[in-house]
């Protein structure tokens, strides 16, 4: 079954960080895909965080996010990472991984999208 499989989350307080992986079970990434990391927080829409394309660049991130945020894919081993630092309480969400030939900076019906993993950062 092609699948995303995500770890690392957790709960931290704020100023701290935390490493988000997400690894492709069962299909790889193509070198013209993007993929990249999405989030909901209770009571609140879906957003992007971010998104980096096929050639290595971010092309999507999230404003507040920016400069504390840092995501990296590595297709020798089909992961992509999301390395977060200097949390804040409102990054407080689930996290889900996101795959497609061509992602947006809007939620959406992708063609892969992980299950999510809980993000809890505390003041």
């Known amino acids: 079954e092609a699948q995303l499989v995500e770890s690392g989350g957790g709960s931290v307080q704020a100023g701290g960080s935390l490493r988000l992986s997400c690894t492709a079970s069962g299909f790889t990434f193509g070198e013209l895909d993007d993929v990249g990391w999405y989030r909901q927080a209770p009571g609140k829409a879906c957003e992007v965080v971010s998104v980096?394309?096929?050639?290595?660049?971010?092309?999507y991130t999230q404003s507040s996010v920016e400069g504390r945020f840092t995501l990296s894919r590595d297709d020798t081993k089909n992961t992509v990472s999301l390395q977060m630092d200097r949390l804040r309480p409102e990054d407080t969400a689930v996290y889900h991984c996101?795959?497609?030939?061509?992602?947006?900076?809007?939620?959406?019906?992708?063609?892969?999208w992980g299950q999510g993993i809980q993000v809890t950062v505390s003041s």
């Open positions: 996101a795959h497609d030939r061509s992602l947006s900076s809007f939620c959406a019906k992708f063609t892969h």
């Open positions: 980096i394309v096929r050639s290595g660049n971010t092309y």
